[in-house]
């Protein structure tokens, strides 16, 4: 996002740097008619691809060689000092504003963004279902590590080709092959995992790969005295302004529901592509070679840097939504962070590097020092209280939960482990991942016992599996798990956000499991799902509680119908807007202001939608919230912390629960 040195300068291409970095921005903004302009970005990757690639073809031209080290080096003088004030900042933010818990994400988030990895961070963290969803203040890195790793494998590939006579020759063939099979590459993989589509350098090198060949051809096409391509005078008319076109009908024209990396990603590629080839000059690049255009252009690497954190760190630290007024104020202060970097950090280090060869020694210790100074910034204190708070009975269980007024010293599992207190399903292998069109074929409990007991639905299912062979146990009955992650019991068509499209493996999966189901004719099927959660995701139109009334309807007829099982349905558990967990870890000494109403958790329509669809097949339905709340939601009950993130309940408190279920399976028959 910063022209390398050397470049020849133009203008037009600093005012599309505006015109890219002020989509970014406006659209994590929120500004009206712009709901596309996270294609930016995009515009930002040609643009990259284009001047490197001119840069390097130059170089060897002039002096017979590509100097990989130079190359290397210039891009860390460019690029680190700025990106390693923002992450530094960026963190000592975390540790005043946010709660203690965010550090531990921080700390991962941070390291990754100095060394030019979120977006693989991003990558892995966003396939997996049970990851906190919560978004990273480093997540506008993700696409300065995509540039990064592109830099370097085209850089060393460049080198190569343009070192043996015979490659050099066929540069042009060879460059069209590996952009055009990263482009198959990113429509395979959106068919499998979103997010490594999104985030993935294999399918976004395509992009930055466009840029690149508009270099190649421009270098190999017709010359002017100047040295630089020229296309015919009718098509340098044209193309421009059509390009910018393209890029702004991206801008007003996607949403947040346009798949995307796809083929739609063409439309602002290529109009990038048609604005930064070597044309005749025109209106359109007198446009864009404006002095604010020119001036936000300058500066679009430290502004598209400090944006994000701008805007965002408020939002987690009170809580809700920017206001108009406060969106403003976030933008106005991101260009005064934009401009003192670009001055301090930018041009000065620029400077610096001319006349000092300890330039690459110096950035790397800075680098380091940062890197070396995120740990104690981002290290938790004690999340738990001096008061040892006593451990549930059975009875106690049975009586009601009971929540301490502050965190227990014996808290289980502890506030910073939660996310990881999982069923041992999961690390059985016995839980379906998003990819998956056919249950597992895991059995617990005595293989030989004449009473079957199938779990059905997706990972709030998974959730009771503890308690639920447990109870199995007690009664000498097996357990089969049918869990599949974002995967619901009821009959209904869904998107998957890992994915990014629709669940088509959903439905797969929930036919082959209602065939299962039949061969093993159980005594009890148990069902769960995160009901209200496929509200957003669902297929369709009109009424989603008569929606999910039918489809539930649907599957459990199908297993009465096939085998006469008992059907017992668990209502979902409380639905945080995020995890009570964020606030505990800062109210360590008052646990009840981190508490809810349960009004606020609760879905009481979902939840009778479900009870009409259990009584239509003489099914029994349980809710589990007096189990966790009494008027109000508290994230620790007993010596028991409730809830691994927003949603999901942890296995610690599902294994207390255990009476509880067990009632609940002897009620159903």
Not at 30 to 50: A, K
Not at 208 to 223: D, H, P, Q, Y
Not at 544 to 560: H, K
Request: charged share 15%; glycine share 8%; proline share 7%.
């Amino acid at each position: 996002m910063h022209a390398p040195a050397g470049t020849h300068w133009r203008t037009d291409i600093q005012g599309l740097r505006a015109v890219a970095v002020l989509g970014v921005v406006l659209f994590h903004a929120g500004v009206p008619w712009l709901d596309g302009g996270y294609t930016g970005v995009d515009v930002f990757f040609v643009i990259s691809g284009f001047l490197i690639t001119q840069n390097l073809l130059r170089e060897r031209a002039g002096s017979g060689t590509i100097r990989l080290g130079r190359f290397f080096v210039g891009r860390l003088v460019r690029l680190g000092p700025a990106a390693a004030a923002t992450v530094l900042c960026t963190v000592l933010a975390v540790h005043f504003l946010l709660p203690p818990l965010d550090r531990t994400g921080a700390r991962t988030s941070a390291w990754a963004a100095l060394f030019g990895a979120e977006n693989l961070k991003l990558a892995a963290t966003g396939t997996d279902y049970l990851a906190a969803h919560a978004p990273s203040p480093f997540q506008q890195f993700w696409s300065l590590g995509v540039e990064e790793q592109f830099y370097v494998g085209w850089a060393l590939v460049l080198a190569l080709l343009c070192s043996v006579p015979v490659l050099r020759r066929v540069l042009l063939p060879i460059a069209v092959l590996l952009f055009v099979l990263s482009f198959v590459t990113m429509i395979v993989v959106s068919d499998i995992s979103g997010p490594w589509a999104f985030f993935g350098v294999h399918t976004r090198t395509w992009e930055l790969g466009a840029g690149a060949l508009t270099a190649i051809v421009a270098r190999s096409g017709r010359r002017r005295a100047s040295g630089d391509a020229r296309l015919p005078r009718w098509a340098g008319r044209l193309a421009r302004p059509v390009g910018l076109l393209a890029i702004v009908v991206s801008y007003v024209g996607f949403d947040e529901a346009t798949p995307f990396p796809s083929a739609w990603t063409l439309l602002p590629v290529l109009g990038a592509v048609l604005v930064v080839a070597p044309l005749p000059a025109d209106r359109t690049a007198a446009l864009l070679s404006t002095a604010p255009l020119r001036w936000l252009g300058d500066r679009s690497y430290s502004l598209y840097l400090w944006h994000w954190p701008v805007l965002l760190l408020p939002t987690l630290a009170w809580g809700r939504p920017l206001r108009p007024f406060e969106v403003v104020a976030a933008c106005a202060v991101t260009v005064a962070l934009g401009w003192s970097s670009h001055l301090l950090l930018e041009r000065w280090t620029s400077h610096w590097a001319r006349r000092t060869r300890l330039r690459p020694v110096a950035l790397v210790a800075g680098t380091v020092v940062v890197a070396a100074a995120v740990a104690p910034l981002t290290a938790l204190p004690t999340l738990r209280g001096e008061v040892v708070a006593s451990t549930p009975s059975p009875t106690d269980v049975l009586g009601g939960p009971r929540s301490p007024a502050g965190v227990p010293a014996n808290l289980t599992p502890a506030v910073a482990s939660a996310e990881d207190d999982l069923p041992a399903l999961y690390a059985d292998g016995c839980h379906a991942e998003s990819t998956a069109t056919a249950p597992t074929s895991c059995t617990y409990g005595d293989d030989d016992s004449s009473r079957t007991i199938v779990l059905l639905g997706d990972s709030h299912a998974a959730q009771w599996f503890t308690p639920v062979v447990e109870a199995a146990d007690a009664s000498g009955a097996r357990v089969v798990p049918m869990t599949k992650s974002a995967c619901p019991a009821a009959s209904i068509p869904v998107t998957s956000e890992a994915l990014g499209r629709e669940y088509r493996e959903c439905d797969q999966w929930r036919a082959a499991a209602l065939e299962r189901i039949a061969e093993l004719e159980p005594d009890l099927v148990v069902l769960s799902s995160a009901a209200a959660g496929y509200e957003p995701t669902r297929i369709g139109t009109g009424s989603f509680e008569r929606a999910w009334e039918d489809g539930l309807r649907r599957t459990m007829s199908t297993i009465t119908e096939r085998t006469g099982a008992r059907i017992l349905l668990v209502h979902d558990t409380p639905r945080w807007t995020e995890s009570p967990n964020r606030c505990l870890s800062g109210a360590i000494d008052d646990v009840g202001s981190c508490a809810r109403s349960q009004v606020d958790l609760h879905r009481p329509e979902i939840a009778e939608a479900e009870r009409r669809a259990v009584s239509a097949v003489g099914g029994t339905a349980v809710d589990p919230f007096p189990w966790l709340c009494t008027t109000t939601c508290s994230p620790v009950v007993w010596n028991v912390l409730a809830y691994r993130d927003a949603d999901h309940i942890t296995d610690t408190v599902a294994t207390v629960l255990t009476p509880r279920v067990a009632e609940a399976i002897g009620s159903a028959g």
